[in-house]
């Protein structure tokens, strides 16, 4: 159950005086529906309201706050021109103005020959000063409602200034002091105000340094949400311990044969890899490792060695990966191996339907079936496995926690996971997403891979590039042309899927084929299949072909508009060629006046093929949520933190989290009482369920 105390900041927010059905849904749009969604959205801005001049002094473009005497109101000629209010002092007068004005409220706040004192942005028109739309007009007596010093906050359309700053305050107003879960040494050392006075600083910054994510009152709010974050994934770590894994016992034949199949030796990062992957495999406890490699390091062997220790001891192996194309090519790479090994494989996705799913499904279930590889269907209700002793999990952040969890509880005892991803994740959002697991790293690529060329051309050249293509389909190989956009946007002007489509496919015929999100996936499946055979020798696709798809005869990536994608994006991209042992290179086609910042980008790309030099690089320039994608299920979603500016925050979290744990694994006293509020706080209530069943 949430604690009593935080009842207040979980009500809806149409509690809030002002904040109705109608308001509600601007409100929605921009934050959430709770009123604890409104206190996460801090100002970015101050509007400083102290400067008095008198009217000799105004400057243009200045924010002022003015005393002055109301003159004549001056009623515009038809209702698309301004109303006009003459106002003025001793030295001087200005010109207030109004657009689609309501004549009678304003003669009752600006009454003529009255003293009013009026607040908000001066612009000089010709020669004139004038102030548009005042954002106050009030009485010399009542000076004290004026806020000198008013934070500004992010809106949306349909929502003011005003009406937010109102359902704040109102916020404000039901926050109460909560039990102090960080250590007073701590907050001393950090010099770190209370949680309770570090929210209402930052809600009312006195100056423009307070608006920074390194001032004390925001370093204190970020720690706290990573402290959350931390603190849930070490509980989730601390259950899976609790519950019983296996060790599995095998003699290592199944995989010495195998070693001795392929036409190539395992790098000494994949050596290292499969001693961490042993030691878990042999222990009693249940394995929950991440594998991460960049691209074309050779995860999938090292996956597939693994589960060959676990069938050689007697239970089944499932490998799950997020779409049918990448689930289809796992299965064809391993089925030769497979056959020659003596075991059964299956394939299995949603599309499988009647009798071919009874057979597979009866097969699975009475153990026939060693390894079963497919996408999500793998874990669905009626999938029921003779018993599941190791799963890999490919691609790890196209998936939930949730539908890992359901995959292990398809085993007798929990069974050893490991889990993929080739996408390179920086250490701090590393820490975030996959905190909950053990980490390998694969560093290093296979022997006889040739370095991708990179090169970045103005988009002014693109007739040299296509012939660049001409050459390459003329060689027998073939090329990606990757495009931002399915349609063009009347927006942006960027070159959009199709249109690439018909412009290449007026110079190389029938040869080209396209792809797009779009698409339905048996369309998309047609589509790569015919360029994995040959059929087609250039594809033009969107982003879909980011992950997994393995055309070794591709040698040539041109990326369109490559200054409108994430740097981890385009190296994601960039590794579907150089798969083999031919030259391959990279095209990153860039809009012919971008700014200096762009071009530093693209030349870090030009620069470096690791990734993981790229990716950190990606979150210092554009921050957590777009080097991941603000959709992508992996990643937790901060209000108060950013971990390009609290990263170092974050591995200090990780390392209070998990001391605690270790003296505390109960949760007990009254430190972990105020935590188990922090969890609640910041919605990490899926861990609280662990503390409760721990």
Not at 22 to 36: A, P, Q, T, Y
Not at 648 to 660: G, M, V
Request: glycine fraction near 6%; hydrophobic fraction near 40%; include cysteine.
């Amino acid at each position: 159950m949430r604690p009593e105390v935080l009842f207040p900041l979980f009500a809806d927010l149409s509690t809030l005086k002002g904040v109705g059905t109608r308001m509600s849904v601007h409100f929605e749009r921009l934050l959430g529906n709770k009123i604890i969604d409104v206190l996460w959205h801090l100002p970015t801005g101050l509007i400083d309201r102290r400067w008095r001049p008198e009217v000799d002094e105004l400057v243009d473009g200045a924010m002022a706050t003015i005393e002055v005497v109301v003159g004549k109101h001056n009623n515009p000629p038809n209702k698309r021109a301004p109303y006009k209010v003459n106002v003025f002092d001793d030295t001087g007068k200005m010109t207030l103005v109004f657009f689609h004005a309501h004549e009678k409220y304003l003669k009752e706040q600006l009454v003529e020959g009255e003293v009013r004192i009026i607040s908000g942005k001066v612009e000089r028109f010709g020669k004139t000063l004038q102030m548009t739309h005042p954002d106050y007009i009030i009485k010399p007596d009542e000076i004290d409602k004026l806020p000198l010093l008013e934070p500004l906050y992010p809106l949306t359309a349909g929502l003011s200034q005003k009406v937010l700053l109102k359902a704040i305050i109102q916020t404000l107003d039901r926050v109460k002091e909560l039990p102090e879960w960080q250590e007073k040494n701590w907050l001393a050392k950090n010099n770190w105000p209370s949680w309770h006075d570090a929210l209402l600083a930052c809600h009312n910054p006195q100056a423009e340094a307070e608006l920074a994510p390194t001032a004390p009152a925001r370093m204190r709010l970020a720690y706290d949400e990573l402290l959350a974050n931390q603190l849930a994934l070490s509980l989730v770590r601390l259950n899976r311990k609790r519950k019983k894994g296996r060790a599995h016992e095998a003699n290592g034949n199944l995989r010495q044969k195998t070693l001795g199949l392929l036409p190539y030796s395992l790098t000494n990062a994949q050596l290292e890899a499969m001693v961490d992957i042993d030691a878990d495999m042999h222990s009693t406890d249940a394995m929950l490792r991440l594998l991460q490699g960049d691209v074309g390091s050779g995860k999938t062997i090292v996956a597939f060695l693994a589960s060959l220790t676990a069938i050689e001891a007697g239970s089944q192996a499932a490998f799950l990966a997020p779409t049918e194309i990448l689930a289809k090519q796992h299965y064809e790479s391993l089925k030769p191996l497979c056959d020659e090994l003596g075991l059964n494989i299956a394939f299995f996705t949603g599309r499988h339907k009647g009798k071919k799913r009874e057979a597979i499904l009866a097969d699975l279930a009475s153990g026939k079936t060693h390894l079963l590889v497919g996408t999500h269907a793998v874990f669905q209700e009626g999938v029921d496995y003779n018993d599941l002793g190791f799963a890999v999990v490919d691609e790890q952040h196209r998936f939930g926690v949730y539908q890992r969890l359901s995959l292990a509880a398809k085993g007798k005892t929990l069974p050893d996971m490991l889990v993929m991803t080739a996408t390179p994740i920086p250490r701090t959002l590393s820490l975030t997403i996959y905190g909950d697991m053990d980490v390998t790293l694969l560093r290093e690529k296979p022997a006889g891979r040739k370095p991708i060329k990179t090169s970045v051309v103005s988009i002014d050249r693109m007739a040299v590039v296509v012939d660049g293509i001409k050459r390459t389909v003329e060689k027998g190989e073939r090329a990606y042309w990757v495009c931002p956009l399915v349609e063009e946007s009347e927006k942006l002007d960027l070159a959009a899927a199709e249109d690439r489509y018909e412009d290449l496919k007026a110079k190389f015929g029938d040869k080209v084929g396209l792809v797009h999100g779009r698409m339905k996936p048996a369309e998309k499946d047609e589509v790569m299949a015919k360029f994995q055979a040959g059929e087609y020798a250039v594809l033009v696709a969107t982003t879909v072909i980011e992950v997994g798809v393995d055309v070794p005869q591709a040698t040539v990536m041109v990326i369109e508009h490559a200054e409108r994608f994430g740097l981890a994006q385009i190296h994601q991209l960039r590794g579907r060629v150089g798969r083999s042992d031919k030259q391959s290179s990279c095209v990153l086609l860039r809009n012919a006046n971008v700014g200096e910042i762009a071009k530093a980008r693209l030349r870090i790309l030009r620069d470096t093929e690791d990734g993981f030099v790229i990716a950190e690089e990606d979150l210092r320039l554009r921050g957590a949520g777009e080097v991941m994608g603000t959709k992508q299920s992996g990643l937790p979603k901060f209000r108060v933190a950013d971990l390009a500016v609290h990263g170092d925050l974050l591995a200090t979290a990780r390392d209070d989290a998990q001391l605690f744990l270790n003296k505390h694994s109960d949760m007990s006293g009254e430190r972990a009482e105020a935590l188990r509020v922090l969890l609640y706080l910041f919605e990490r209530d899926d861990a609280v369920k662990f503390l409760d069943a721990g």
